[in-house]
C-alpha cells in the first residue's frame, strides 16, 4: 500500500501514541526528555493522545529498525498493553526502518518529521500554504512508496509493447513526480507576483521588518502589539503558516511594513524548508528581523540557536536582528535576566502590552543605524516633497523660511539620494 501518515486519516476518536526517544553519546538525559516533551506537544496539537514514551541509549541507530532487536520487542509489549495506534520516533527513520517497524510492531511506525507535516496539513489556509504543504507531503512519501506484491499495469498485450510492462509502483512514483513539478511550476509563479509586488514597495520606500522565532513564542500576537492586525492567538505550536503583512509608522513619521511568518524549530524537516523557500523570501529580503522569544521558556537559548540553524540554512543570517524576550508577564526576573544577557535585546509583553514602546523604539533605532542625517531646503509650494521626506525618513528638526521649508531628516541610502537636489551642503 502507498504510505499515508495516519493523522490524515479521517477518525472520530484521538489515536493513542507511543513516543520513541534515543539517548546517543552526545545527547544528555534531559535533552532526550526535552524533545520528547515538545514532541509530545506535536502530537497534541496535531490532535492525538501520547499514552506512553521509551528511551533506549544507543552509540548509534540500528540499520534496520533504529532500535536494538531487544527494545523493539519490548517497544511491542507496551504498545499491546497501552492498545497503541501508532508509534512516533523523535529522530528521522529511513523508510527501510520504518517498514521494519510496522512488520514487527503491527502497527504504524512514523517519525517527528511526519508529525509536522501533519500539522501543516491541518494548518494551511491559503492556495501558496496548501501547495507549499503538499509539495512537502510529497516529497517526504516519494521514497516511501511502496506496493504490495509489486504487480504490473496493463501495458502488455499487443504488438510493439509485449514485455513486463510497468510496475504500479512506477506508474505512482511517475504521477507523485509529475505532481511536484506542477507545484513547483505553481510557488514559482507565485514567486514571480510576490517579486512584482515588492518592486511596488521599493518604490515606496517603505521598510520592512519580518518577525521570525520559534513556533508558539507570540509572533502573532507580537504583530497585532505592533500594528493592531486583530489577527488570531492561539496557543498551539504552527497556528500560522501564511505571511500575513501589516504597516504601521513609526514615532519618526516613517511607514514600515510588519511581516508575520511560519514559526521555527529544531531540526526543521529540510522538505519544509524547500517547499517554504517562497514563503521564507521575506526574512531574506527584510531590513530588519525582530527575532521574537519566549523568555518563559526553560529551552529559550537552545530555541534562539535553532532560529538562528534555520535562518542559515536559508541564508537569512547577514539580515539585521534584534532580539525581543517575549512573555515577560510570566516570568518578569527570567526575561530582564535574559535581556540583559544578550546585548542590545530588549523584553517586553505583546499579550499585556508591558515594554511595547521600548520595542518599537528599539526597532526604529535599529532600522536608523545606516542611515545618513542631512538637511535639505524644499520650495514651500513643494508640499509633496515635504510629505515624502516625512513618509521615508525620521524628520528631527523643521524650519521655515520666507520661500522654503528646512528639513533635517535621517534617510537611508537610497532615500537620501532622491533628495540629493534639494541637499544643503554641510
Not at 514532541?39 to 528511551?55: E, F, Q
Request: charged share 25%; net charge neutral; hydrophobic share 40%.
Amino acid at each position: 500500500m502507498t504510505y499515508v501518515p495516519t493523522t490524515l486519516i479521517d477518525r472520530s476518536f484521538r489515536e493513542r501514541i507511543v513516543l520513541v526517544g534515543v539517548q546517543f553519546p552526545t545527547l544528555r538525559a534531559s535533552d532526550v526528555e526535552r524533545q520528547l516533551d515538545e514532541l509530545a506537544l506535536l502530537v497534541d496539537t496535531a490532535g492525538a493522545d501520547v499514552v506512553a514514551r521509551i528511551v533506549q541509549r544507543r552509540d548509534a541507530p540500528d540499520p534496520a529498525t533504529f532500535l536494538g532487536s531487544g527494545k523493539v520487542r519490548e517497544l511491542a509489549e507496551i504498545c499491546l498493553a497501552v492498545d497503541a495506534d501508532t508509534v512516533v520516533f523523535e529522530h528521522a527513520l529511513t523508510p527501510a526502518q520504518q517498514r521494519n517497524l510496522e512488520k514487527l510492531l503491527g502497527r504504524t511506525a512514523i517519525d517527528r518529521t511526519a508529525v509536522i507535516l501533519d500539522i501543516f496539513a491541518q494548518n494551511a489556509r491559503t492556495p501558496e500554504g496548501k501547495a507549499q504543504v503538499e509539495l512537502a507531503l510529497l516529497q517526504y512519501r516519494l521514497p516511501r512508496l511502496r506496493r504490495a506484491g509489486g504487480s504490473l499495469s496493463q501495458q502488455a498485450g499487443r504488438i510493439g509493447t509485449r514485455g513486463p510492462g510497468e510496475t504500479q509502483l512506477e506508474v505512482d512514483r511517475r504521477r507523485l513526480v509529475q505532481r511536484m513539478h506542477r507545484i513547483r511550476a505553481e510557488l514559482k509563479e507565485i514567486d514571480r507576483t510576490r517579486g512584482v509586488q515588492r518592486q511596488g514597495r521599493d518604490r515606496g520606500r517603505h521598510r520592512e521588518v519580518t518577525l521570525v522565532g520559534y513556533t508558539n513564542a507570540g509572533k502573532s500576537s507580537m504583530l497585532n502589539a505592533l500594528t493592531d492586525a486583530r489577527v488570531a492567538v492561539e496557543n498551539r505550536l504552527f497556528v500560522t503558516l501564511d505571511p500575513r503583512t501589516r504597516q504601521r509608522q513609526l514615532p519618526g513619521g516613517e511607514t514600515v511594513l510588519f511581516t508575520d511568518t511560519v514559526g521555527f524549530i529544531s531540526n526543521l524537516p529540510h522538505e519544509l524548508v524547500e517547499a517554504f523557500m517562497s514563503t521564507l523570501r521575506s526574512v531574506q529580503l527584510a531590513d530588519l528581523l525582530v527575532h521574537v522569544v519566549d523568555a518563559s521558556s526553560d529551552g529559550a537559548e537552545l530555541q534562539i540557536s535553532a532560529v538562528h540553524e534555520v535562518l542559515g540554512t536559508i541564508g537569512a543570517d547577514r539580515v539585521p536582528e534584534l532580539l525581543v524576550f517575549n512573555k515577560s508577564d510570566v516570568s518578569p526576573a527570567r526575561a530582564r535576566e535574559l535581556a540583559a544577557r544578550y546585548p542590545n535585546s530588549v523584553f517586553a509583553s505583546a499579550l499585556s502590552g508591558d515594554h511595547m514602546e521600548t520595542v518599537v523604539a528599539a526597532i526604529a533605532e535599529r532600522l536608523r543605524d545606516d542611515d545618513l542625517v542631512i538637511t535639505i531646503r524644499l520650495p514651500l509650494e513643494r508640499g509633496d516633497l515635504v510629505a515624502a521626506a516625512h513618509r521615508e525618513g525620521d524628520v528631527l528638526a523643521t524650519t521655515v523660511d520666507h520661500d522654503a521649508v528646512v528639513l533635517r531628516v535621517s534617510l537611508d541610502a537610497v532615500g537620501a539620494a532622491r533628495f540629493n537636489e534639494w541637499r544643503v551642503p554641510a
